[in-house]
């Protein structure tokens, strides 16, 4: 089974607006098994977009067309897909109704122009929208030199992205004969080099590759760690979430720590359930990083329940007058560790965190870019930790925000042990 | 002239990477005025990337291939360009000797594999690597049926952008008949609606209609305020330059204090110019931001000539205890007005920046989400502004951290006046 994407919208020819739908669906296909040897941009042209189905349906037996699907003028995957399939546009009064509804609802008034969302090739099916206004389609091609299965879905990442999950996917395995069921779930690391974690997880690999399923593959995520995603084929959704279990389990035996979070759980937001678990307030103090934990942190909603606030200490004075820290260097050991008490004491917090170092562009006090110190105040306990981070200035101060977030999750979790 | 996008790479496909190179190739060729109606991703594959390749040369005049020119076996990209021309590789010692070197001068062991970035296709010009190892290629096609200019950047986005301005525009503008230099400059600004800014510069939109040089376009850059980019087309660089100088100078007549920098120029960039230029320093306070303006100010390369810290005082009692904000409300005129003057007392520093507000998800006080106030101390003054911000929790508090810097930013200004 191959399928193509056709993303559609002159702005993104334009560069005014990045194609990031292609990729996630891209990954989409490739955890469900199929395959996707090409992906194109098109802009707002009928018989570009519908050269551009043609020619992927020559090559393949499905394409999901993305965007296009709007209320205005240029909007018109709608009429390029009929014109593929050789038949006329009708209006679907259920789909108007719902637009309706939607404008009533809303108290907006509502132009004609809504309605055209509500235009569907003959002999295609809706696909009812549960967050916007425009449905999507599924649209059977039968013609003499060209055939296979049109999906339309609007460009709105949200709704492309729940309407590709709940109806396209489903539809496409079906459509190949695949009865089984194809789920992925991603483990989040933090702390091992991307060869260390290969190796750590060699037995888990070696064991699944004679079953070829689950399977085990890798994915870099930039500052934000390494991801391993397990991949479950099996002929129904509980199996299949009973082998996710399984293989889990497997793999956190041999992680541990390692692992900070499933799916889209963030740094932030495993630090914030082991805080809310045990009961604990925060205070930072911040210098190179200038408010970058601050504002991960309090990305968390309810983020109010333990986070108390920070003292940027970015000037050198800041750090002696109102956090304590001794006279001397501000990126050693005995700066970080005051800091941390320094933090939790003047914000009235059960646990103080900190975090010092050189950013560059320039060394300081004669240590190199990317040395940074870790302070951790916990349970009368005081302890400061030296990494050494790679790249520039963005790059230090980001990786030294991951670094001490992760500190202070092992913290919590040896400390609930 | 019409040129297409072909992006090479399986891991863009998986969407491991997402393709932001085609994006930015196709801005530049917008602004050189060349059209690109089809940007493509395919895979490390040598049979589709020559499909690709051929497909688009049926199309448009030239192709810009970005990617596949490493030294790993599945960078294919120069052996399907080889293919499309109908032509072998040869090895270029000089390209070979600038890598050999590179590794030389880097103490580091080359293996043979490095070698095949000096491949090049016979009848093809290198476009010598001011940044990476990988050369870029330009590839004159001649063929019965295919025809047209093939050019090979690296995928590497600093690589790919270095080398398309300094030698992919201008070829594919010489490849055009065009004499001309075509160049563009945006000036970026925040604080009006899309509507209200075309209204403002209606006059200059409306006086070069006539000639249609130079233009005017407006981008959209989500939290990041509005963009109008001028483009001019002209003889020569001097002659273009005169006239952005004087189309910019046209346009901040009308627009005013609503630019705040130029091209990639930022707003904590331009604050952090206008506090340099006033030598004064900045102490913040920050409540639903959590950090996040701190963070942005020290981005700024040498922030720490100005910029003494930051209190993040989240939590209501350090609002209080810390900064003396009276009791009552802390989302109020009289708490951002507390906040700012105890920012700029508590952190040493000559200008008191404060931001308090409700983020969400949740009302606050009775107050509703977006409801936030900006404080600013400065010159024996104090001053609170009431914004109301739309969106969630996440762009509410993007949106805040901006309007406050951009508060800063005017203030600054009349003062410099």
Redesign the interface.
């Known amino acids: 089974m191959r399928c193509e994407v056709v993303a559609v919208g002159t702005e ?9 739908n ?7 296909l ?1 955890v469900a098994g199929i395959d ?8 707002d ?1 009928q018989a ?1 977009i519908v050269a ?1 189905i043609r ?1 992927a349906l020559a090559r393949s037996d499905a394409v999901i067309c993305c965007g296009g699907l709007g209320p205005t003028q240029d909007d018109i995957t709608r009429e390029a897909i009929a014109e593929v399939m050789g038949v006329e546009l009708r209006r679907d009064e259920s789909v108007a109704g719902v637009i309706r509804g939607m404008f009533a609802r809303r108290e907006r008034v509502m132009t004609d122009n809504n309605l055209r969302q509500a235009d569907v090739p003959e002999g295609a099916t809706v696909i009812p929208q549960t967050r916007g206004t425009a449905p999507g389609l599924i649209c059977p091609v039968d013609g003499a030199e060209t055939y296979g299965v049109v999906y339309a879905v609007p460009g709105v990442p949200a709704e492309m992205r729940e309407m590709v999950r709940r109806a396209v996917i489903p539809d496409l395995q079906r459509q190949s004969g695949t009865t089984a069921t194809i789920l992925s779930r991603t483990l989040r690391t933090w702390g091992l080099a991307e060869s260390t974690l290969a190796e750590v997880i060699a037995p888990r690999v070696d064991a699944l590759e004679a079953s070829g399923n689950p399977t085990i593959a890798f ?2 995520s930039g500052i934000e760690g390494l991801k391993v995603r397990i991949t479950v084929k099996g002929p129904d959704p509980a199996t299949v979430g009973v082998l996710l279990d399984q293989e889990e389990a497997a793999l956190r035996a041999l992680l541990g720590d390692v692992v900070f979070g499933v799916d889209d759980e963030s740094m932030e937001v495993a630090v914030a359930a082991l805080l809310r678990r045990a009961g604990l307030t925060l205070g ?1 103090a ?1 210098s ?8 991960r ?3 968390v ?1 309810g ?2 329940e333990f ?9 050198r ?2 750090k002696h ?2 956090l304590g820290v001794p006279p001397g260097p501000v990126v050693s050991e005995a700066a970080a560790a005051a800091m941390a008490v320094g933090a939790a004491r ?3 917090a059960d646990v103080g965190l900190a975090v010092t170092g050189v ?3 320039e060394e300081q006090d004669g240590q190199p870019v990317g040395t940074v110190w870790l302070g951790l105040a916990l349970d009368g306990e005081v302890s400061a930790t030296l990494v050494r981070l790679p790249g520039h ?2 790059q230090v ?1 980001q990786l030294a925000a991951i670094s001490l977030l992760d500190l202070l999750r092992r913290r919590l979790m040896a400390r609930a042990r």
Do not use: M
């Open positions: 993104l020819l334009l560069g005014q607006v990045v194609d990031t292609s990729a996630w669906i891209g990954e989409q490739a996707s040897h090409f992906q194109v941009k098109v802009g042209n570009r551009c020619a994915l870099a930072l911040e190179l990083t200038g408010g970058l934990v601050g504002a942190i309090t990305a909603p983020a109010s986070f108390r606030g920070a003292i940027v200490s970015y000037d004075a800041v007058d109102l003047v914000l009235g950013a560059g562009p200035r963005q101060r």
